[in-house]
């Protein structure tokens, strides 16, 4: 019996991790999440080269599921989150510059 469904649009994200890499230079974009648009789904997590999302912690919001949040320092920019999360779920982790990031959040980013 022939599948009904029609998967197609999976196509273009990629299989989860493998093996786990680190930064080798400072990114020329980094992934920011808009914790008001996030569900705390963790779709993008499994996805992450560097394995840097990580869910914040239930006291900062006191909601059962949390939002997920990025280890910056160790985000290489690589984009997959942001597409997946696109994707897949509710369009909330947004790529910016790196110099925008070092500037708004008042950090220097190691790389």
Same mark, same amino acid.
């Given at each position: 019996?022939?599948?009904?469904?029609?998967?197609?649009?999976?196509?273009?994200?990629?299989e989860p991790a493998e093996k786990v890499n680190f930064k080798k230079?400072?990114?020329?974009? *980094?992934?920011?999440?808009?914790?008001?648009?996030?569900?705390?789904?963790?779709?993008c997590v499994p996805f992450c080269p560097v394995d840097c999302i990580?869910? *914040?912690?239930?006291?900062?919001?006191?909601?059962? *599921?949390?939002?997920?949040?990025?280890?910056?320092?160790?985000?290489?920019?690589?984009? *997959?989150?942001?597409?997946?999360?696109?994707?897949?779920?509710?369009?909330?982790?947004?790529?910016i510059k790196t110099e925008a990031f070092e500037d708004i959040y008042?950090?220097?980013?190691?790389?």
């Amino acid at each position: 019996m022939a599948n009904k469904f029609n998967y197609d649009h999976y196509k273009t994200i990629p299989e989860p991790a493998e093996k786990v890499n680190f930064k080798k230079k400072k990114p020329k974009l *980094i992934a920011v999440v808009d914790e008001d648009n996030c569900t705390g789904c963790q779709v993008c997590v499994p996805f992450c080269p560097v394995d840097c999302i990580e869910p *914040i912690p239930e006291e900062k919001y006191g909601i059962p *599921i949390p939002p997920v949040q990025v280890r910056h320092d160790e985000c290489i920019g690589c984009q *997959i989150c942001a597409k997946v999360c696109t994707k897949l779920t509710w369009d909330a982790i947004r790529m910016i510059k790196t110099e925008a990031f070092e500037d708004i959040y008042d950090m220097t980013l190691s790389g």
